[in-house]
C-alpha cells in the first residue's frame, strides 16, 4: 500500500501550488494536529531520551556515576556474545515461524475463501487462537510441553511413538526452546495471516481461474501462474507486520525459560529492567529497532521498484 | 464493494452447492465419487481434499483451545496424572477464581480491562481517523515521510520509553500549548490509575489505527467522494458522510484490533499498576504464577475466563475483521 | 528513496528538538538526596528507634508493597488493620506478586517516587538496594540489642557488607524432604547424610523403583534462579566458594567444581527425573506428592499441601530433615529468607520505621507463622510455646535445624546479572551441552567481565 501511494504521489506531483492546494494543506494540518500532539507529547520525547541514554554509562544499581561515554555502549554490545546469540536466535525464530505461518496461512486461507457449506462456522472458529491472550497462550503452551503428564507426552505415548520409558524434556535447551516457542507462536498468529490473505484472496476475479482451467491448469500451475501472482501486495504486507511483530517475540519466553540469550527483547528487558544498565538497554533497543527500520526500507525499495518494473 | 460480492456468495450458498452436486459432469455419466476429486473451474480444491484440509485446520486451531479448557475442569491430581480430559469434571477452579482469596482482584482485573480496552479503543479512534484521512486523502508536503514515521513508531519496543514514560505517569500530565507555558490542564498523578494505561497504550495503537485505516481510506474510490462535491458538500462533509459510512467495515476491524491490542498487553500493565484499582487481566493472571512455581488449575481457568471477551467478540464480528482486513495490501 | 530517507530523518530530528524543547543528561538515580547521606550513616536520615511511637505519627498513611496476592480479604491485609489499630498509622498495600515486585520496586525507584514507604526486600537484593541508594540503611538504627533477637541467618540475609538494609522479615532456606514409603520400599533405612549416601541410595531405589516409573529425586534445575540456588547450597556442602578473598570468581574450581560434576554425575546416573530441566520448585514438589520421586529438595512451608488429600496422594509418608553434607560439612542449604525495607524516598521514614518495628514484634512474627506457616525471624519464638503449639505438622525442630547451615547467595549489586550467567553454565552442563568445568570457566570469566565493567 505504502508504496502504491508513494507512486500516485510523484505522478500527480505539481510544483504550482493553487489556492486549493492551500486549504487542503491547512486541512491536513488541522485533522494531524491532534496525532501530533498526543504522540509528541507521550511518544515521541520517552523515545528521544531513550535515545539520549544509549550514549551513556547509566547503570542504576552499582553505585557508578553517570557519565558520557560516546559509542561505547554499542561497541560493547556489537562486542558482546551474548548480543549475538540472542540476536541469530531471534532471527532464527522469526524466519521460521514467520515462514511457516505463511505456508499454513496460504492454504488455510484458500481452504477457506473456496465455497462450501458451513463456511462461515470455519472462518469463525480459526480466529480463537489469535484472540487468546498472549500471556495465555504462552502459559497453555508452557503446559502442553510439560514432561510426564503435558498433552504433548501423553499423545505421544498415546500413540506409541514414544516408548513407556521414554520422557523427553522438550524445554531442556535454549536452542531446542526456539522450535517450541516457534510452534506456539505458529498456532496463534497464523490466523492472522490467513486473515490479510484471505481478504487478498477476494480480490482475484474468479474468471481467472476459469481461464486458466480452459488453457488446463491443474491445482500447482492455478497457484503458480494465477493466485500467487495476483496475491503477492497482500503476502507482502503480512509478511513485513508478521517480521516486525515475531523479531519483538518476549511474553512466550520468560514463561518457557529464565534464559534472556534467547530473543534480542528479552535480552534488551532484562538489561533494563533486571541489571538496570539503562545506557546500554537503550542502545540495545536502538540498535534492534534500526535493524528492522533498514529491513523495511530495504522491503519498500522492493516493492516500488517491483511497481516500477510492472 | 467486494464484501458485498461475498455476502451475497455467502446467500447463495445453499443452493449453489446443491446444484453443484449434480454438477454436469455427473451427468455425462462419471461415477459419482469422482466429483470429490475434481475442482470446480472456479475453485482450487476438489471437495475431498478441502474436507480434509478443513479437518485438519479445525482439530490443530481448537485443540489446544479445548485442552485450556477441560484442563480448567479437571482437580489438579488428575492434572498431574496426565488426563487429557477429566474423568471427573469439577468446577473447582472457576470457584476458587471467583470466590477464593484472591476473587476480588480476580473481578476488579475483568473490569479494569473493559475500561482500558474500550477507552484506549475510542481515544484512538476518534484521533486517528482524522489523521487517516489526511494520509489518504490530501495532497500535501512530507506525506508520504510522515506515514512512514509513524509506520517508524509502531516498531520502537516499548521497552525503551518504559521509564520515561512512568515518570510521566507519576508527575501527572500536562496539556499545554507548546512553547508559551500556558498550562491549560493538569492531572493529578496518574499511577495505579487505569488511565495511564490508556494513555501507554495510545502510543502503539494509534500509529496502528492510522496505518490501518489510511490504507482502508485508500481502497473507497475518489470518484464517489468527488461527486459529492458537485454536490456542495465541503471536505469535511464528504468525510463524513461518504467516506466513514463506506469504511465502516475497515473501522470495525481497526476498533477491534486496538481493543484486543489493549486486552492484550502485558509490560506497561506490569509497570504502572500497584492495586486492585487498576490491575488488568493479563496482571491478574502473571499473579497465579507464584515464586515458586504456577498454580495450573487457577491459570487454566483464569486463562480460560480472560479469553472468552476477546473470542466471543472475533466470533461475532468475523466479518468485519476478514473485510477489514483488506486494509494494506490489496488494491483499491 | 534515499531522499525520502534523509527528510524523513531530518524531519523526525526536528519534532523531537522542537517538541522536547532540550536535551540533556539522564537523571541521577536515586533521587537528588542520594550518595552523602548514605555514607554518612543511616542516622542521617533523622531516624530514631526510640520515637515510633510519638503521637505526631497517628493518622500518617505508609505505603507497603509486597508479595501478597490474597487480596484486602487475606491474613496479611487483616494483620495489617491490627497494626493500624495500635499505632493509627494507616497502611496503604500494594499486594503484588512475587515476581512482579523486583519490577514494581525498581521502576519506583528510578523514577524517584514517594509513593511507595515499605518495600519487601529478597535477600539477593540487598546489595542493590544499597549500592542503587534504593533503601535506608538501618545499620545504626535498629538498635543492636534488638538486632542480637534475631537468628543470625535471618540477619545476615538482610545484610550488605556489613550494611543492614532491612528488618529480618521471615527465615527461609531450602530443605530435604524425603518419602518414607518409597525408601522403605526400596529397603533404605534412614535418609542420606552425604551427597555420596544420597548418590548410593538414588542408584538402589532408582533399581527397585524405577520400573515403576520412579525417579530416585527430581530437582527445580530449569535456567532459572531456582537452578543457581541449589546450586550454590550445593557449593556450600562440596566446601566451595564462590568468590575467593579478593573478590574474584573461585567457583570454577575445588567445591564449586565438584558440586556441579555431582549434579552432572547424578543426571548421567539417570537417577533424576529428566524432567528438573524444566522443573521450578511448584514443579518438584508436584511431582513429589504425586509419589512420582522419592527425594527432593524444597522450601519450607510444604506441609499442609503434602498431607492434603484433594492435592497429595502421599498422605502421611513425607518426612524433613536435614540437607546432605560431604566431609567436614554436616549440612548447606541456600537462603531465602526476606526482610521489609524502607524506601529512601519515602516521606513517612519514622511511620515506616514504626512499621518494620511492629513486623520483627513477637506479635507479629507469631500471628503470621499461625495464620500462614511463614517462620519467624525471631530467636525467641523458636522456644516459644504458643509457636509450638501451632506447629500442627511437627516439624518445627526439623526445619529450624537446617536454618543453621544456610548459605547466602551473594548479594552484592551483579548479583541478578552474575546468576543469569551462572544459570545458563549450569544448564548447559546438566544438559549435556558442555563439560561442567568448561561451563564453569566460562561463567566465571563472564562474571568477572562484569565486575570489570562496573568498576571502569
Known amino acids: ?310 | ?332 | 528513496m534515499t531522499r525520502r530517507v534523509t527528510w524523513m530523518a531530518a524531519a523526525a530530528a526536528g519534532l523531537v528538538l522542537t517538541v522536547s524543547g532540550c536535551g540533556g543528561a539522564p537523571p541521577a538515580p536515586g533521587g537528588g538526596n542520594s550518595g552523602g547521606s548514605q555514607k554518612t550513616g543511616a542516622n542521617a536520615n533523622g531516624l530514631d528507634w526510640n520515637k515510633t511511637s510519638d503521637p505526631s505519627l497517628k493518622g500518617q498513611t505508609i505505603t507497603v508493597l509486597w508479595t501478597d496476592t490474597n487480596g484486602p480479604n487475606g491474613p496479611k491485609a487483616k494483620l495489617l488493620k491490627q497494626f493500624t489499630k495500635e499505632t493509627g498509622i494507616k497502611v496503604r498495600e500494594l499486594g503484588v506478586a512475587y515476581n512482579n515486585l523486583y519490577d514494581k520496586v525498581m521502576t519506583a525507584a528510578m523514577a524517584n517516587t514517594s509513593d511507595i514507604d515499605v518495600v519487601e526486600m529478597d535477600t539477593i537484593w540487598a546489595g542493590q538496594y544499597y549500592q542503587g541508594h534504593i533503601a535506608v540503611d538501618l545499620t545504626h538504627v535498629i538498635p543492636k540489642q534488638v538486632q542480637d533477637g534475631f537468628t543470625p541467618s535471618s540477619l545476615g540475609s538482610v545484610t550488605y557488607q556489613g550494611h543492614l538494609m532491612a528488618m529480618p522479615w521471615y527465615s527461609s532456606t531450602k530443605h530435604f524432604y524425603w518419602n518414607n514409603k518409597l525408601l522403605h520400599e526400596a529397603d533404605i533405612t534412614h535418609p542420606p547424610r552425604t551427597w555420596d549416601e544420597f548418590r548410593q541410595d538414588s542408584l538402589i531405589i532408582q533399581k527397585k523403583l524405577g520400573p515403576k516409573g520412579i525417579y530416585a529425586s527430581g530437582w527445580s534445575w530449569k535456567q532459572a534462579e531456582s537452578l543457581t540456588c541449589d546450586y550454590v547450597g550445593m557449593v556450600g556442602a562440596f566446601g566451595g566458594q564462590f568468590f575467593d578473598k579478593n573478590g574474584h570468581p573461585a567457583f570454577d574450581k575445588g567445591g564449586g567444581l565438584k558440586a556441579l560434576q555431582f549434579m552432572v554425575q547424578l543426571m548421567k546416573d539417570k537417577t533424576v527425573d529428566p524432567a528438573s530441566l524444566q522443573w521450578t520448585e511448584q514443579d518438584v514438589l508436584n511431582a513429589f506428592e504425586a509419589g512420582k520421586i522419592a527425594m527432593m529438595s524444597n522450601w519450607e512451608g510444604v506441609f499442609p499441601q503434602v498431607n492434603d488429600p484433594s492435592q497429595s496422594k502421599i498422605v502421611g509418608q513425607a518426612d524433613v530433615g536435614l540437607l546432605p553434607g560431604e566431609g567436614n560439612v554436616v549440612s548447606a542449604s541456600c537462603t531465602g529468607s526476606e526482610g521489609v525495607a524502607i524506601m529512601q524516598n519515602s516521606k513517612h521514614k519514622e511511620a515506616a520505621l514504626a512499621f518494620l518495628k511492629w513486623i520483627g514484634s513477637r506479635e507479629y512474627q507469631l500471628a503470621e507463622f499461625q495464620q500462614e506457616g511463614q517462620y519467624p525471624s525471631l530467636k525467641s519464638l523458636y522456644n516459644d510455646p504458643a509457636l509450638k503449639k501451632a506447629d500442627t505438622s511437627h516439624t518445627l525442630a526439623k526445619i529450624q535445624a537446617q536454618f543453621q547451615y544456610g548459605i547466602n547467595r551473594p548479594n552484592a549489586p551483579g548479583y541478578v546479572n552474575w546468576s543469569d550467567t551462572l544459570a545458563s553454565a549450569l544448564h548447559s552442563a546438566l544438559s549435556g551441552q558442555m563439560a561442567p568445568d568448561k561451563a564453569l570457566q566460562k561463567a566465571a570469566a563472564k562474571i568477572e567481565q562484569a565486575i570489570q565493567n562496573e568498576n571502569s
Not at chain 1, 112 to 132: E, K, V
Not at chain 2, 24 to 37: I, L, N, Q, S, T
Not at chain 2, 153 to 159: A, C, E, G, V
Open chain 1, 1 to 310: 500500500m505504502a508504496a502504491q501511494m508513494a507512486t500516485r504521489t510523484n505522478q500527480k506531483h505539481r510544483f504550482t501550488i493553487t489556492r486549493r492546494q492551500w486549504r487542503d494543506w491547512g486541512l491536513a494540518a488541522l485533522f494531524l494536529l491532534p496525532t501530533v500532539y498526543v504522540l509528541a507529547k507521550i511518544f515521541v520525547v520517552p523515545i528521544y531520551e531513550s535515545a539520549v541514554w544509549s550514549f551513556y554509562h547509566y547503570n542504576l544499581l552499582d553505585g557508578t556515576p553517570t557519565r558520557f561515554i560516546g559509542l561505547r555502549n554499542y561497541q560493547e554490545i556489537l562486542a558482546s556474545s551474548d548480543f549475538w546469540v540472542a540476536f541469530d536466535r531471534t532471527v532464527y525464530f522469526t524466519v521460521v515461524s514467520v515462514a511457516a505461518e505463511l505456508v499454513f496461512g496460504f492454504f488455510s486461507a484458500l481452504l477457506l475463501h473456496q465455497m462450501f457449506p458451513g463456511r462461515t462456522f470455519f472462518r469463525a472458529i480459526i480466529i480463537i487462537p489469535w484472540a487468546l491472550l498472549t500471556l495465555v497462550n504462552g502459559l497453555l503452551w508452557d503446559w502442553i510441553y510439560q514432561p510426564g503428564f503435558g498433552a504433548l507426552s501423553v499423545i505421544l505415548h498415546g500413540l506409541h511413538i514414544l516408548g513407556p520409558h521414554q520422557d523427553p524434556v522438550w524445554l531442556g535447551s535454549s536452542a531446542g526452546i526456539m522450535n517450541f516457542v516457534a510452534v506456539a507462536d505458529i498456532w496463534k498468529m497464523t490466523p492472522f495471516m490467513t486473515l490479510i490473505l484471505l481478504a487478498g484472496l477476494q480480490s482475484i476475479p474468479g474468471e481467472l481461474y476459469e481461464s486458466a482451467m480452459m488453457d488446463g491448469a491443474g491445482f500447482w500451475k492455478k497457484l503458480r501462474y494465477v493466485t500467487i501472482p495476483q496475491l503477492m501486495p497482500s503476502i507482502l504486507v503480512a509478511l513485513v507486520l508478521r517480521l516486525m511483530g515475531a523479531f519483538r517475540v518476549y511474553d512466550i519466553l520468560t514463561v518457557f525459560t529464565g534464559d534472556p540469550t534467547t530473543s534480542v527483547s528479552y535480552l534488551t528487558f532484562n538489561y533494563a529492567f533486571r541489571y538496570f544498565y539503562l545506557g546500554k538497554a537503550s542502545a540495545m533497543a536502538w540498535f534492534s529497532t534500526l535493524f528492522i527500520l533498514a529491513l523495511i526500507v530495504v522491503y519498500i525499495w522492493a516493492l516500488k521498484r517491483n511497481a516500477d518494473a510492472q
Open chain 2, 1 to 332: 464493494m467486494l464484501r458485498q460480492r461475498d455476502r451475497a456468495l455467502d446467500g447463495a450458498r445453499a443452493t449453489t452447492a446443491g446444484e453443484d452436486a449434480r454438477g454436469p459432469r455427473a451427468r455425462k455419466g462419471y461415477p459419482v465419487w469422482r466429483k470429490w476429486f475434481r475442482a470446480r473451474s472456479t475453485d482450487l480444491f476438489p471437495p475431498f481434499y478441502l474436507w480434509v484440509g478443513l479437518i485438519l485446520l479445525t482439530v490443530f486451531t481448537l485443540a489446544p483451545f479445548v485442552y485450556l479448557f477441560t484442563s480448567s475442569l479437571s482437580e489438579k491430581q488428575e492434572l498431574l496424572s496426565g488426563h487429557l480430559v477429566p474423568h471427573r469434571v469439577t468446577l473447582d477452579n472457576y470457584v476458587r477464581l471467583f470466590t477464593g482469596a484472591g476473587a476480588g482482584d480476580f473481578i476488579h482485573a475483568i473490569r479494569n480491562s473493559v475500561t482500558v480496552a474500550v477507552w484506549t479503543t475510542v481515544f484512538s479512534m476518534v484521533i486517528g481517523v482524522f489523521a487517516a484521512y489526511a494520509f489518504a486523502r490530501i495532497r500535501f508536503p512530507l506525506r508520504m515521510t510522515s506515514l512512514f514515521a509513524v509506520l517508524a513508531m509502531q516498531i520502537l519496543p516499548s521497552i525503551s520509553i518504559l521509564v520515561p514514560m512512568y515518570v510521566m505517569m507519576r508527575n501527572g500530565v500536562q496539556i499545554d500549548l507548546p512553547f508559551t507555558g500556558v498550562v491549560l490542564y493538569q492531572s493529578p498523578p496518574l499511577l495505579d490509575t487505569v488511565w495511564a494505561l490508556v494513555i501507554a497504550y495510545t502510543t502503539f495503537s494509534l500509529p496502528f489505527v492510522i496505518w490501518l485505516l489510511a490504507g482502508y481510506f485508500q481502497t473507497i474510490p475518489l470518484e464517489l467522494e468527488e461527486a459529492s462535491y458537485v454536490d456542495g458538500c465541503n471536505r469535511l462533509r464528504a468525510m463524513f458522510q461518504v467516506v466513514l459510512p463506506l469504511s465502516l467495515p475497515g473501522i470495525a476491524a481497526t476498533a477491534i484490533f486496538t481493543l484486543l491490542g489493549a486486552w492484550d498487553e502485558f509490560m506497561f500493565a506490569n509497570a504502572f499498576t500497584q492495586t486492585y484499582a487498576s490491575k488488568t487481566l493479563p496482571i491478574a493472571i502473571s499473579e497465579f504464577i507464584g515464586k515458586h512455581g504456577m498454580d495450573w488449575g487457577l491459570m487454566t481457568a483464569g486463562g480460560f475466563i480472560a479469553s472468552l471477551p476477546p473470542v466471543a467478540i472475533s466470533l461475532l464480528l468475523y466479518r468485519y475483521i476478514v473485510s477489514g482486513m483488506t486494509a494494506g495490501g490489496v488494491k483499491g
